[in-house]
């Protein structure tokens, strides 16, 4: 048996790693379990690495707060832990009257959610901030950024760690019992007592959840494909650009990097299996057909390499999405702050 904890954090992505920052500045000691062998190993480092505006996220919603909420402080965060970022802007490029009748409810949404810097823009000024975009008219969020998940999430855990939180990898927890208002929390390199437990599992989190004894989530897998392109190709695109977006699904895009790269996708699809990240040639060449729509600059003599991620959505038992859920239930699992559904 390890020693005893105030808090134990179950994840080591994003999330968890900023959880355990968090913590940190109050005295209580820390320990963060991941079942991988270094931080942002799973969704935080398989993504588009975009720091959207909160304009796509439903009204009310925790997803559209937490949105917002972390757009606003991207650059106190950027500047106290030292990561790259950029808020460069972005653009929801559109062409036809249905196209602009979404793009204004969107707006509309942005503004309920406290977004700032929203404005629509004519073909002139879309193809001034983007010259190589084809497109009649766009929505150009002026806050929205890229930044670097890698750096950011090491950055996050490395502060955390600074400030005394210990962290422990390849350590998958595999069971938890409950005894005298303590957790035990059983890996196979050994046992963790705490006060308290956060489940901050990301794909793992509903296998967490019921082994807290909250049970009834179902969450599945949308797995998104990805092209990046040689570097040679940043210069022409100096922001992101989106389609028009659907209700649940912000499309195919081109995204520069902080690298100075270019990133194709994502595609979505439904899985089941949450440890396989392969990329099939049929979706490489579907994301580079669509995403052309957008910006005719995609070459597969551009390609450098492709990968995958996934997103845990928490679903409804008829498949719809649901909002992020973050809950203490005392009368089920005492002090223990259980998050499901935190899948960006």
Known sequence: MKKQYDVVIIGAGVVGSAIARELSRYKLSIAVLEK???????????NSAVVHGGFANPIGSLKAKCCVEGN????????????????CGKVLVGNTPEDMEQLERTMKQGAVNGCTGLEMIDEAK????????????????????IMDPFLYTVALAENAHANGADFFFDHKVEAITRENELYYLHTAHGDFCTRWVVNAAGLGAKQISDLLGLTGYRVIGSRSNYIILHKRMGKLLPMPVYPVPSNTYMGIHV?????????????????????????????????????????????????????????????D???????????????????AINLVGIES
């Not at 909002?323 to 002090?335: G, H, Q, S, T, Y």
Request: glycine share 6%.
């Open 126 to 145: 879309l193809h001034e901030l983007v010259p190589a975009v084809v497109g009649k008219f766009a929505m150009w969020s002026k806050n929205s950024g």
């Open 72 to 87: 606003r402080i991207m650059d106190q965060l950027a500047e106290e832990l030292n990561f790259p970022f950029k808020r």
């Open 317 to 335: 038992d008829q498949g719809v999405i649901q909002d992020f859920k973050i809950e203490i239930r005392d009368d089920l699992a005492p002090r």
């Open 36 to 46: 991988n062998l270094d931080v942002c190993n799973e969704t935080s480092g398989r």
């Open 255 to 315: 995204t520069n990097t902080t690298d100075g790269n270019v990133i194709i996708g994502p595609n979505a699809e439904t899985v089941t299996d949450f440890a396989y990240y392969g990329v099939p040639q049929e979706n490489m060449d579907y994301l580079a057909d669509s995403a052309s729509d957008l910006w005719p600059c995609i070459h597969k003599s551009d390609y450098i390499r492709n990968y995958s991620g996934i997103l845990p959505k928490w679903v």
